[in-house]
Every structure is written in structure tokens, then in C-alpha cells.
């Protein structure tokens, strides 16, 4: 194998890698944070992809203002359904199951709505000026809008974890994990704080959206494709492992990236192989070192 | 005596009842959409039925019952395609044979996690299983599906296949219903409020639910298995996470937490379907739209918020509703 195409695909693959991390750890982050499990979080997914197309395709606005619009949009969507509906059925019981199928159900909803919108056909989105371009490194070249999105994604996710680890908002989030009543008693609005934790974590997920639509078509229905992809990310990682699911996401995106290189039409197996492999030798996950009942 | 004959034979029981409307069905219409959508309603309900077991009687909520299912009717549809109708009964045969030793093997695997991670690993294992019937094109025809899938014989005619889904589904709605209210079940239904308890009580937890996973799933093939008779014809949507999701839907419109609750379910969305699907395309709006407030008001589905009613208002005063 000759080391420009080593390169090119190492660098595909970490494209794919920081693309399912920023969806991946936006959907770890509310289940850590208030043990809620987000099946319609590929939808915010789906929906950022829908907003770039609408804020830099339609109205033509800068590609970086798009990406923070989207995020805004993408999260204030999300805190309205977390405070609509979400909100309603914590501590029911069975509450896991209801989660999903009320997640679910908003699946549904934002895909036909999204085909009401923009239609049902496949839309596409431009690479950003100055980013349409190669980079040259040596005798490589490598597609300059990958390094883009490695580098944003980077920029986002250190700054998620940057606000969750060292301000006073994160540590009431994390408080909130572990004890929400504690926390509530310690005059925090804990409700408030889930909800502000749910903006986040779709936000992420929706400019994860629109940074991966110029390179992927933007069609709906591919929210759940994300979210099955990030899930197994989340599992081999360790779950409810913010670094073990980085490493993860690194792991599927490099195995997808050299299999459709060499495998095309089956390169979308390997993931689901690796998951196997894990679930077989070690179910708790790669990295994790709490064991699993 | 004639008492004990007529009380035998007038059925009281939801399940009596429900065996009488449906044999009635080809007795009243001669129809065949209307027997088509009759047949639906049975399948799906049994479908309904056995997802159930695992949801609502054991707490595990599986997002890949629709692997089952479409590997019932894979199996039916693709050797019926390849080796002639006279295959069909051991296609169906195969297919259970199939689900059995695949539910098996994917149940250890996905068992050892729990909680939403079940869900999603059934629904991962399931979406791995239509992408393989997706792209494998030449074997299994693709996005094509295969059509033209007729049983043998006397199976042919539209009334006797009808009968013969109807009598293959109450059969096995009896058994699950007999599984549902034996000590098995008893020990299902433990497990979902305490699983900490049945394991200091010496049962084993995972063995238990490996059984009821097999078990649903079992019978998930073969209702798809059934399905490829009814429609004639298979597609890749059968392996479809909606297909999972619409089994799902089923059993919260009529109720979890009744053994009966998720056929009546079937019923209605089944009709419902049939109705909202000719008006407009936007189907999966009004029902995502309906389902998130059923959710969120009625959590306990149709058949359990009526036996609610009829406890508050004291028809009968036992109430058995939860």
C-alpha cells in the first residue's frame, strides 16, 4: 500500500471519526447527565444538515455563520421538545422504554415534516469557498473541507467538555447526574439545567449536520443511520465514557474509511463486525473499567 | 349440562370472542380487499403479540423484533422464488428453524447488556440484517423485493389461506397466552419489576429472558412467514427499524401491560392506516403526532385505560387491570 493513499484514507477516516463523535457525545452527554436516552437525536442531525442547506444554499450566508445558526436553531428545537415532552414522562415507570418511543414518535414527526418543508428529493450543499480545494502535504494531497471538519469538530467538543468540566454550569450538570433531589434542594432548577443540557448535546448534533452535508447528500431518513452508527461508537467506547467513546468513534471511522476503500459495497458491515467482536470478549466496552451486570 | 356445553361454547373470554369475529370475517364479505386487510390485522397482531412478551410482560424492549419477522419471510419468499410453491410449508418451517437457532446466537450477545442498550443493539443487529438483504441484489432481489410468492395446493384459495393464518394465529396467541399466565410468566413479570430479587431467589435472570427472546421471536418469523402468503409478495421494508417501530406503536395504542392489549392495537392502527393512508401521504405525521400524546396522556393504551373505566365506574368490581 503506498503511503499517499494511506494517508488519504487515515485522513477520510478521521473525517468519519469526529463527524459520529460530535453526534455520539452529544447523545452520551444527556443520558450521563439525566439518564435520558435521545432515539430522535440523528434527527437533529438530519435537521442541521436541512438548515445548512437552507441558511448557505438558499439565503447564501457565510458557511461559518450557518454553522453557528444552525447549532443555535438546532438547539433551541431541542430544548422546546425537551420542555414539551420530555419533561412529562421522567420518573414513570418503565420510564427507558417510553423515552425511546417517545423519541421515536418525534422521528417520525420531524422526517415528514422535513419532507413538507424542503420536499423529499436529495438536496446538496457546496464546500465552503477557500475549502473546495486539496492541501498539499509532500506528495499528498488531502481535501482541505476534511481538515476543516476536524478541526471545528475538535474546537466543539473541547469546548463541551471545557464548559462541563470547568464551569459552574457543568458542575451543577454533573451534580444533577448523580443526585438530582441534593441538587435541587441546593436551590439549583435541576429541570432548567436538563433542559439547557438537551440544547447542548442537539446543538452539537445538528452542526455535526451541516458540516457533514456538503461531503454526504442531505436527504431524510439519514437521521437513523447516525444514530446507529454513534450507538455502536457509544458501546464499544464504554457507555457513558466520554473519551472512550473519542477513541471509539476514531476506531469505526478509520475501519469504515479503509473499507470502503477496499470493499465498497460492504464497508458498512465492518462497524457492525467490530460491535460483535466487542459485545463477544468484552461487553462493558473497550475502555471502560466499570463492569456490566 | 347444556349450561356447561353453552358456557363453554359462548365465549366469554376476549379470546373466544376475538376467534368468532374473525372466523365470521369471509361469512360476512366476500371482499378480498376486506379479507386482505383481516389477514393484516391477524398477522400483525400476533406479531404485536409476541413483541409484547418481551416488552410489556418482561420489560425488554427489543427495536429488532422486525430481523425475525423478515427472516420468516425471506425464508418463505426465497424458497418459494428458487425451488417452487410445493416449498412453502417447509420454507415457513425453516424460517422458524432459522429465527430459533439466530435468535439464540444474537440473544447471548445482546442479553449481556441491558437496558436502552438492549433496545439499540436489537435495533443494530436488525438494521445489519436489511442492509445484507439490501445490497445483496442478486440473491435476494434487492430493493425489488420478490413477487408472486404462491403457497401450494389448496392453500391457493384466497378463504382457506385466510382460515389457515387465522387458525396458525390463535394457536399461537393461545400458547403465548397459556406462557403468560403460567410460572414462566410469573417469573417474566418478576423480572421486570425486580430482577435483583428473582436472582436471590435462585431463578436465573438471563436464562429467562434468553427463553422469552427466542420465544418472541419465534413466533415473529413466523407471522412474517404468513405475511409473505398474504401479500404474495416480500420487500426489504419488512427488515425496516419502522417495521420494528410499527410492532411498537401497536402495542402502546392498545396497552402494554395487557396480553390482549397489543392485538387490539394492531387492529386499530391497521384500520387506521388503511383510512388516514389513502387521504394523504404524511401518514407517519398524524401517527408520530397521535402516539406522542397517547405517551404522554394515555401511557396505558386503549384496552387499559377502558378496563380503568370499568374499574372506576363498577361494572364488575374485580379489577384486573394491571
Same mark, same amino acid.
Given at each position: 500500500?503506498?503511503?499517499?493513499?494511506?494517508?488519504?484514507?487515515?485522513?477520510?477516516?478521521?473525517?468519519?471519526?469526529?463527524?459520529?463523535?460530535?453526534?455520539?457525545?452529544?447523545?452520551?452527554?444527556?443520558?450521563?447527565?439525566?439518564?435520558?436516552?435521545?432515539?430522535?437525536?440523528?434527527?437533529?442531525?438530519?435537521?442541521?444538515?436541512?438548515?445548512?442547506?437552507?441558511?448557505?444554499?438558499?439565503?447564501?450566508?457565510?458557511?461559518?455563520?450557518?454553522?453557528?445558526?444552525?447549532?443555535?436553531?438546532?438547539?433551541?428545537?431541542?430544548?422546546?421538545?425537551?420542555?414539551?415532552?420530555?419533561?412529562?414522562?421522567?420518573?414513570?415507570?418503565?420510564?427507558?422504554?417510553?423515552?425511546?418511543?417517545?423519541?421515536?414518535?418525534?422521528?417520525?414527526?420531524?422526517?415528514?415534516?422535513?419532507?413538507?418543508?424542503?420536499?423529499?428529493?436529495?438536496?446538496?450543499?457546496?464546500?465552503?469557498?477557500?475549502?473546495?480545494?486539496? +492541501?498539499?502535504? @509532500?506528495?499528498? =494531497?488531502? %481535501?482541505?473541507?476534511?481538515? #476543516?471538519?476536524?478541526?471545528?469538530? /475538535?474546537?466543539? !467538543?473541547?469546548?463541551?467538555?471545557?464548559?462541563?468540566?470547568?464551569?459552574?454550569?457543568?458542575?451543577?450538570?454533573?451534580?444533577?447526574?448523580?443526585?438530582?433531589?441534593?441538587?435541587?434542594?441546593?436551590?439549583?432548577?435541576?429541570?432548567?439545567?436538563?433542559?439547557?443540557?438537551?440544547?447542548?448535546?442537539?446543538?452539537?448534533?445538528?452542526?455535526?449536520?451541516?458540516?457533514?452535508?456538503?461531503?454526504?447528500?442531505?436527504?431524510?431518513?439519514?437521521?437513523?443511520?447516525?444514530?446507529?452508527?454513534?450507538?455502536?461508537?457509544?458501546?464499544?467506547?464504554?457507555?457513558?465514557?466520554?473519551?472512550?467513546?473519542?477513541?471509539?468513534?476514531?476506531?469505526?471511522?478509520?475501519? +469504515?474509511?479503509? @473499507?470502503?476503500? =477496499?470493499? %465498497?459495497?460492504?464497508?458498512? #458491515?465492518?462497524?457492525?463486525?467490530? /460491535?460483535?467482536? !466487542?459485545?463477544?470478549?468484552?461487553?462493558?466496552?473497550?475502555?471502560?473499567?466499570?463492569?456490566?451486570? | 349440562?347444556?349450561?356447561?356445553?353453552?358456557?363453554?361454547?359462548?365465549?366469554?373470554?376476549?379470546?373466544?370472542?376475538?376467534?368468532?369475529?374473525?372466523?365470521?370475517?369471509?361469512?360476512?364479505?366476500?371482499?378480498?380487499?376486506?379479507?386482505?386487510?383481516?389477514?393484516?390485522?391477524?398477522?400483525?397482531?400476533?406479531?404485536?403479540?409476541?413483541?409484547?412478551?418481551?416488552?410489556?410482560?418482561?420489560?425488554?424492549?427489543?427495536?429488532?423484533?422486525?430481523?425475525?419477522?423478515?427472516?420468516?419471510?425471506?425464508?418463505?419468499?426465497?424458497?418459494?422464488?428458487?425451488?417452487?410453491?410445493?416449498?412453502?410449508?417447509?420454507?415457513?418451517?425453516?424460517?422458524?428453524?432459522?429465527?430459533?437457532?439466530?435468535?439464540?446466537?444474537?440473544?447471548?450477545?445482546?442479553?449481556?447488556?441491558?437496558?436502552?442498550?438492549?433496545?439499540?443493539?436489537?435495533?443494530?443487529?436488525?438494521?445489519?440484517?436489511?442492509?445484507?438483504?439490501?445490497?445483496?441484489?442478486?440473491?435476494?432481489?434487492?430493493?425489488?423485493?420478490?413477487?408472486?410468492?404462491?403457497?401450494?395446493?389448496?392453500?391457493?384459495?384466497?378463504?382457506?389461506?385466510?382460515?389457515?393464518?387465522?387458525?396458525?394465529?390463535?394457536?399461537?396467541?393461545?400458547?403465548?397466552?397459556?406462557?403468560?399466565?403460567?410460572?414462566?410468566?410469573?417469573?417474566?413479570?418478576?423480572?421486570?419489576?425486580?430482577?435483583?430479587?428473582?436472582?436471590?431467589?435462585?431463578?436465573?435472570?438471563?436464562?429467562?429472558?434468553?427463553?422469552?427472546?427466542?420465544?418472541?421471536?419465534?413466533?415473529?418469523?413466523?407471522?412474517?412467514?404468513?405475511?409473505?402468503?398474504?401479500?404474495?409478495?416480500?420487500?426489504?421494508?419488512?427488515?425496516?427499524?419502522?417495521?420494528?417501530?410499527?410492532?411498537?406503536?401497536?402495542?402502546?395504542?392498545?396497552?402494554?401491560?395487557?396480553?390482549?392489549?397489543?392485538?387490539?392495537?394492531?387492529?386499530?392502527?391497521?384500520?387506521?392506516?388503511?383510512?388516514?393512508?389513502?387521504?394523504?401521504?404524511?401518514?407517519?405525521?398524524?401517527?408520530?403526532?397521535?402516539?406522542?400524546?397517547?405517551?404522554?396522556?394515555?401511557?396505558?393504551?386503549?384496552?387499559?385505560?377502558?378496563?380503568?373505566?370499568?374499574?372506576?365506574?363498577?361494572?364488575?368490581?374485580?379489577?384486573?387491570?394491571?
Amino acid at each position: 500500500m503506498d503511503t499517499s493513499f494511506f494517508f488519504t484514507q487515515l485522513i477520510s477516516g478521521l473525517t468519519i471519526a469526529t463527524l459520529l463523535f460530535l453526534v455520539a457525545s452529544g447523545l452520551t452527554l444527556i443520558f450521563g447527565v439525566g439518564n435520558v436516552f435521545n432515539f430522535a437525536h440523528g434527527s437533529f442531525y438530519m435537521l442541521g444538515a436541512y438548515f445548512g442547506y437552507q441558511f448557505s444554499a438558499v439565503w447564501g450566508s457565510n458557511f461559518f455563520l450557518t454553522l453557528v445558526m444552525t447549532g443555535i436553531c438546532a438547539g433551541l428545537i431541542g430544548m422546546v421538545v425537551e420542555f414539551l415532552f420530555l419533561r412529562r414522562i421522567y420518573g414513570r415507570a418503565n420510564e427507558g422504554g417510553f423515552q425511546i418511543l417517545l423519541t421515536y414518535c418525534l422521528i417520525l414527526i420531524i422526517d415528514d415534516l422535513v419532507k413538507l418543508i424542503w420536499g423529499a428529493e436529495y438536496k446538496s450543499l457546496a464546500r465552503p469557498a477557500g475549502f473546495d480545494g486539496a +492541501v498539499q502535504l @509532500g506528495d499528498i =494531497f488531502i %481535501p482541505a473541507y476534511n481538515l #476543516l471538519i476536524i478541526g471545528v469538530g /475538535l474546537m466543539a !467538543v473541547i469546548l463541551a467538555w471545557l464548559i462541563l468540566s470547568r464551569t459552574r454550569a457543568g458542575r451543577v450538570a454533573r451534580a444533577s447526574a448523580v443526585d438530582r433531589e441534593i441538587v435541587s434542594v441546593l436551590g439549583v432548577n435541576v429541570p432548567m439545567t436538563m433542559t439547557l443540557v438537551f440544547g447542548i448535546a442537539t446543538a452539537l448534533g445538528g452542526m455535526a449536520g451541516t458540516l457533514a452535508a456538503p461531503m454526504r447528500t442531505v436527504t431524510p431518513g439519514a437521521g437513523i443511520e447516525v444514530i446507529i452508527d454513534s450507538l455502536i461508537v457509544v458501546v464499544i467506547g464504554g457507555m457513558g465514557n466520554f473519551w472512550g467513546a473519542w477513541l471509539g468513534a476514531i476506531l469505526i471511522g478509520e475501519v +469504515v474509511a479503509f @473499507g470502503v476503500a =477496499f470493499v %465498497p459495497k460492504w464497508a458498512t #458491515l465492518f462497524s457492525f463486525l467490530i /460491535l460483535v467482536i !466487542v459485545l463477544v470478549f468484552k461487553p462493558e466496552g473497550l475502555f471502560s473499567a466499570r463492569r456490566t451486570r | 349440562m347444556l349450561e356447561k356445553i353453552t358456557r363453554r361454547l359462548i365465549p366469554a373470554s376476549p379470546f373466544g370472542l376475538l376467534v368468532l369475529i374473525f372466523a365470521m370475517v369471509p361469512v360476512i364479505t366476500n371482499s378480498p380487499y376486506k379479507l386482505n386487510v383481516a389477514s393484516h390485522i391477524l398477522v400483525w397482531g400476533l406479531f404485536a403479540v409476541s413483541f409484547n412478551m418481551l416488552w410489556g410482560i418482561t420489560g425488554m424492549l427489543s427495536f429488532g423484533q422486525a430481523l425475525y419477522y423478515g427472516l420468516g419471510a425471506y425464508s418463505v419468499g426465497l424458497m418459494v422464488e428458487y425451488l417452487g410453491s410445493t416449498w412453502f410449508l417447509p420454507a415457513l418451517a425453516a424460517g422458524l428453524l432459522m429465527a430459533f437457532v439466530l435468535s439464540f446466537l444474537l440473544g447471548l450477545l445482546v442479553i449481556r447488556v441491558g437496558g436502552v442498550y438492549f433496545t439499540m443493539l436489537t435495533l443494530a443487529f436488525a438494521q445489519l440484517a436489511w442492509q445484507i438483504t439490501f445490497k445483496w441484489y442478486d440473491f435476494t432481489g434487492g430493493d425489488d423485493g420478490i413477487q408472486g410468492i404462491i403457497p401450494p395446493g389448496i392453500l391457493q384459495n384466497r378463504i382457506v389461506y385466510y382460515y389457515f393464518v387465522l387458525l396458525l394465529v390463535f394457536l399461537s396467541i393461545w400458547t403465548l397466552k397459556r406462557m403468560a399466565y403460567s410460572p414462566f410468566g410469573m417469573i417474566l413479570r418478576c423480572i421486570q419489576q425486580n430482577p435483583e430479587r428473582i436472582r436471590f431467589l435462585g431463578r436465573r435472570v438471563r436464562r429467562n429472558q434468553l427463553r422469552i427472546y427466542m420465544i418472541s421471536s419465534f413466533f415473529a418469523a413466523l407471522a412474517g412467514g404468513m405475511m409473505a402468503g398474504v401479500d404474495s409478495s416480500i420487500h426489504t421494508d419488512m427488515l425496516l427499524w419502522t417495521t420494528s417501530g410499527e410492532a411498537i406503536l401497536m402495542s402502546v395504542l392498545g396497552g402494554i401491560s395487557q396480553f390482549f392489549g397489543p392485538f387490539f392495537g394492531a387492529a386499530v392502527f391497521i384500520l387506521l392506516e388503511d383510512n388516514i393512508g389513502a387521504v394523504t401521504e404524511y401518514w407517519p405525521l398524524i401517527i408520530g403526532s397521535v402516539m406522542l400524546f397517547m405517551v404522554i396522556i394515555f401511557p396505558k393504551g386503549i384496552v387499559g385505560e377502558a378496563l380503568g373505566l370499568k374499574v372506576r365506574f363498577g361494572k364488575t368490581g374485580t379489577g384486573r387491570s394491571s
